[in-house]
């Protein structure tokens, strides 16, 4: 990987004036200088001592959020005052499609757009490449999907970018010519493509196979903090039944798919009740889990542009990202892609809802589908040349 800066890793802090740029987001916001490769000296900010007014609003409300991240049938019937049936269901999300058209009946669009592009292509793992599934340790993905992931890498750059720990998600997928981004981008593994000065928080180190690779760590700083909140939440949620604390390194997971609903109060009051003594962590959530997070300006999205930088395939107009993804933490990466116009996301659901996608898939299943045509589509391009 071409990593060439030795400044530190930007901090979230109040925004700063707009100006005009590629992606036409706050420069404070952008995680490299506009124009240089390497990160700007200006992004090492200082940490507010309070927690930031937007996450007491979070906060203040979190069961309704737990709930409206987590519909289940019985939300979804009052909320319409009625019992959906699946005609309804397929009326709703037929016409959902009209917004974000399926992929695979799209294909013939996409490949259009990416002749004489090179394509890299990132991807979630839980939902995307494997099922929901209620015990996250379980969370496989099929043989049949791992080789389909595997003949996609044998033509373009492959990344799974999780919100698992980077260790975690790998053994999953089990594939070593590929990127891998943990705890939600904070934990990069690449291999080294090109020569680079190192710089803090980016270590040369080798893979389980002995092979070199790179690995970037933007909140190795947070490390011992979320440490010591993995063990506090181990211990204030043992009582709660159902209730699941996951390690994922830079961030800690706590799972409420299998605990009854009359409970789930009682989880987000146990993550915020140890909250309150790290003012730097922030909570997030997600489909039927919380996630501690460091207040840290970096996310999926900033995971896609750092991977394209170290490629050399940053601001390059014959590259294409495609994104695929099912969670909410992967709209950052769909809005990256959709506000600098240099690539597509496509969103994995059964159900419809906003997204900053271009393209839909509706399960795993189908993202195992489009990933074999992508590979089949460009095997007979090279062929053809």
């Keep these: ?136 340790d379980h969370a496989f993905m099929s043989n049949a999907m791992r080789t389909a992931v595997s003949n996609a890498a044998q033509y373009f750059p492959t990344a799974i970018i999780s919100g698992r720990s980077r260790d975690k998600v790998y053994e999953f997928v089990g594939l070593s010519d590929l990127y891998y981004a943990g705890s939600h981008g904070m934990d990069i593994m690449g291999p080294v493509r090109t020569s680079s000065s190192e710089y803090r928080n980016c270590i040369r180190s080798t893979d389980k196979q002995g092979k070199e690779v790179n690995l970037f760590q933007p909140a190795s700083e947070f490390l011992p903090m979320i440490e010591e909140v993995l063990e506090s939440l181990i211990e204030i949620t043992k009582d709660i039944p159902g209730a699941k604390v996951e390690n994922n390194k ?16 009682s989880v987000g009051q146990a993550v915020e009740e140890i909250l309150k003594e790290y003012p730097r962590l922030r909570l997030t959530h997600g489909r039927k889990v919380l996630e501690v997070r460091p207040i840290l300006d970096w996310h999926k999205g900033k995971a896609v542009e750092f991977l394209l930088e170290s490629l050399g395939l940053m601001d390059c107009e014959d590259v294409l990202p495609i994104y695929v993804g099912d969670d909410r933490t992967d709209e950052d990466a769909f809005k990256v892609l959709r506000e600098g116009n240099r690539g597509f996301g496509i969103i994995v659901s059964s159900a419809p809802k906003d997204s900053n996608a271009f393209y839909s898939l509706r399960d795993p299943s189908e993202v195992m589908e489009f990933l074999k045509t992508l590979a089949v589509w460009k095997k007979k391009n090279n062929s053809e040349l």
């Excluded at 992606?23 to 000296?41: T, W």
């Excluded at 996450?55 to 409300?61: G, I, K, P």
């Excluded at 959020?65 to 959906?84: G, Q, Y």
């Design 1 to 136: 990987m071409d990593l060439k800066s030795n400044h530190t890793s930007p901090v979230l802090t109040d925004t700063s004036p707009l100006n005009n740029t590629r992606l036409g987001i706050h420069s404070a916001l952008l995680p490299y200088a506009h124009n240089a490769s390497a990160f700007s000296p200006t992004l090492f900010l200082t940490i507010p001592r309070k927690r930031p007014s937007t996450l007491d609003d979070v906060r203040s409300s979190l069961f309704d959020a737990m709930k409206s991240s987590s519909p289940t049938h019985n939300i979804l019937t009052k909320e319409f005052n009625t019992d959906p049936t699946s005609s309804d269901i397929d009326i709703s999300y037929r016409n959902w499609t009209f917004k974000y058209p399926s992929a695979l009946a799209s294909f013939e669009q996409i490949a259009n757009n990416a002749k004489g592009k090179r394509i890299a292509l990132f991807l979630d793992y839980d939902g995307t490449l494997s099922p929901i599934v209620d015990n996250p």
């Design 250 to 265: 830079f961030c800690v997971s706590v799972h409420y798919r299998n605990v009854d609903e009359k409970s789930w109060a």
